[in-house]
T-cell receptor
Framework: AQSVTQLGSHVSVSEGALVLLRCNYSSSVPPYLFWYVQYPNQGLQLLLKYTSAATLVKGINGFEAEFKKSETSFHLTKPSAHMSDAAEYFCAVSGLMEGSQGNLIFGKGTKLSVKP | KAGVTQTPRYLIKTRGQQVTLSCSPISGHRSVSWYQQTPGQGLQFLFEYFSETQRNKGNFPGRFSGRQFSNSRSEMNVSTLELGDSALYLC?????????????FGEGSRLTVL
């Protein structure tokens, strides 16, 4: 079965510092990988997705992620954190196995705090 | 273009009651998925509908059910509510019938069971 592990349920950075949110996946087939962001009392918004094209994926709001097959990782980074980046971030893998089309398997999420 | 719309946004029920949540997908999207979000379990997949047919189902008891109408609008129903059903229920729609298609989420319906 596919799974996603996000290391660190809470991450705190200073404004202007590097943001690094970790995601490792488990999949026996080439995965499709996603990062979503959730602001308080809102739904999820797609930041970026990997679908077997370029391994370095650029998303919205200055975020990017690199797919590393050898490490089964898809970490999310942003060079300089902004106060508005404070939110919860979810990594997800598509359920492309055993006929399970359509559903995403999410990690537990990482809450990002940005200190002024 | 309007986003995914979920109603109601907030509701309070008591144990044993039932609840129906509604989701209107983005115009032109034929796939609708439902997820349950709780602090303990995170985001868990409930089911997905495509062209009025349930295509995939998560590991939830039969008290959780759903349906999709010909206009792609979807409803989910939870019967005999339990305290543990308190959660944010998120609906998401997808344009294409592919796993690479981006899921667009609504703002959710927050259910509190007392």
């Amino acid at each position: 079965a596919q799974s996603v592990t996000q290391l660190g349920s809470h991450v705190s950075v200073s404004e202007g510092a590097l943001v690094l949110l970790r995601c490792n996946y488990s999949s026996s087939v080439p995965p499709y990988l996603f990062w979503y962001v959730q602001y308080p009392n809102q739904g999820l918004q797609l930041l970026l997705k990997y679908t077997s094209a370029a391994t370095l994926v650029k998303g919205i709001n200055g975020f990017e992620a690199e797919f590393k097959k050898s490490e089964t990782s898809f970490h999310l980074t942003k060079p300089s954190a902004h106060m508005s980046d404070a939110a919860e971030y979810f990594c997800a893998v598509s359920g492309l196995m055993e006929g399970s089309q359509g559903n995403l398997i999410f990690g537990k999420g990482t809450k990002l705090s940005v200190k002024p | 273009k309007a986003g995914v719309t979920q109603t109601p946004r907030y509701l309070i029920k008591t144990r044993g009651q039932q609840v129906t949540l509604s989701c209107s997908p983005i115009s032109g999207h034929r796939s609708v998925s439902w997820y349950q979000q709780t602090p303990g379990q995170g985001l868990q997949f409930l089911f997905e509908y495509f062209s009025e047919t349930q295509r995939n189902k998560g590991n939830f008891p039969g008290r959780f059910s759903g349906r999709q109408f010909s206009n792609s609008r979807s409803e989910m129903n939870v019967s005999t509510l339990e305290l543990g059903d308190s959660a944010l229920y998120l609906c998401a729609s997808r344009q294409r019938d592919l796993n690479t298609g981006e899921l667009f989420f609504g703002e959710g319906s927050r259910l509190t069971v007392l």
